[in-house]
């Protein structure tokens, strides 16, 4: 599942799987009762309008898919999402005031705030950079961070964060995160004093489009 253009898709993979045979989609497709919104091949994923299926199949994809379009909108975050070896490796190494190591738990748990933040920062310039190209008002950052909230129980299940589930909270940690990188996650118990960092001119322009 996946949201294209603000229409909810659902795979070939998906569609074909239990709902309806392959022969009975290229078939409807054909003659113009479903809209397929992306073609297949060369690494993309065939996908159609979740709402341009016949009631019978639409009904049966809704049967199936209870939370359809909480998935269609977490799925760009989710597929953007990859392990932050840098993050890893800064926590892995931090040291506290005494001189010991972060706890194993929080090295990982850091480290997948850092992944997670690094993938909402790839789609918001994402989003940016096209409606620019294509000379459209940008996705109002309001609409994308209350999507990448809700992104965020389904983000858990592969990246055991501790990320805020408020949309402005989740915003304002990010607008942290840019400013202070890796640091900002560590628990103020934590810190070594060091945490002290100067702004540069693109990281003060960036913060000025959130």
Known sequence: METVNGTICISHAELTGRIITTANLNNLVRRGRVQQVQKGGNGRTAL?????????????????????QEQAESREFIDTVEPDGAALNFYQTYKLADGRNLPDDK???????????????????AHVSKRQRTGKKAVAGKEFWSRAAAALPRL????????????????????????????????GKFLNGNAGKVLTDEQTGYLATL
Not at 156 to 165: E, K, Q, V, Y
Not at 169 to 179: D, H, I, S, T, W
Request: glycine share 2%; proline share 6%; charged share 25%.
């Open 48 to 68: 159609y309008a979740v709402e341009s299926l016949p009631m019978k199949w639409r009904t049966e994809v809704y049967k199936r898919y209870p939370d359809l």
């Open 107 to 125: 090295v990982l748990e850091y480290a997948s705030n850092a992944a997670i933040m690094n993938a909402f920062r790839r789609c918001w310039d």
């Open 156 to 187: 858990a299940d592969r990246f055991n964060h501790s990320l805020p589930g408020s949309p402005r909270r989740l915003q304002m940690k990010f607008a942290e995160y840019v400013r202070d990188g890796y640091v900002c996650f560590i628990s």
